[in-house]
């Protein structure tokens, strides 16, 4: 099979994009890119380093994000599962970026740029939630912001195909194959909603 190891031959295979799709291009939040990242609960975000890539989900009750100033954003770190992967490719690697989604829009906003992460005590406070903090703020200083085309999501009915979700593995049964059912299995899908719901913040 071959193997594309050239611009010119990836471009050749393609063309030019459409005016739109780089006139849409900004460096900072316009009103209307605020308006639609503000109502974003939902994010991916997407950082590299010395080991690799990482994408991370991140996800919270509100505005998954802070807008600091319009070049600016910040990301609370919730609790997770202490692998500290995208943290460790931030102090490493400044380099993200981040997909925001709006439940029933086919739209994705895509933010790229830079990040480094602070502790910062007046910052950690802004997103208090029953008296607990993020341990870190992720602060994201914007070079652009753009929509992405809404294909992909309208291709997959991300938002109208109904749950998928059942036959899937459960993350117990994921754990006891990973372990040779050493951990995880049924106790661990049991205990685990209540668990989620002790340490959502």
Not at 87 to 114: A, H, K, W
Request: glycine share 10%; aromatic share 6%; with cysteine.
């Amino acid at each position: 099979m071959r193997r594309i190891e050239d611009i010119a031959s990836l471009e050749a295979l393609y063309g030019t994009p459409g005016a739109a799709a780089t006139r849409k291009v900004a460096d900072h939040l316009t009103p209307l890119y605020r308006k639609w990242i503000m109502a974003a609960r939902f994010c991916v975000l997407s950082t590299v380093g010395p080991e690799g890539t990482d994408g991370s989900p991140r996800g919270d009750d509100g505005p998954v994000v802070l807008e600091l100033d319009p070049r600016r954003l910040a990301l609370p770190d919730w609790r997770g599962n202490q692998r500290l992967d995208s943290l460790r490719n931030i102090v490493e690697d400044g380099r993200i970026s981040v997909m925001f989604m709006v439940p029933g829009s086919d739209t994705v906003v895509r933010v790229n740029g830079r990040a480094w992460l602070t502790d910062d005590a007046d910052l950690r406070a802004r997103f208090e939630r029953t008296g607990r903090q993020p341990a870190t703020v992720i602060v994201i200083e914007i070079a652009q912001v753009y929509t992405q085309c809404a294909r992909a999501l309208m291709r997959a009915g991300l938002w109208t195909a109904g749950d998928a979700s059942e036959g899937l593995p459960s993350v117990g049964e994921i754990l006891a194959e990973m372990t040779a059912g050493a951990e995880g299995g049924a106790a661990y899908d049991s205990a685990w909603p209540d668990r989620a719901k002790r340490s959502m913040w």
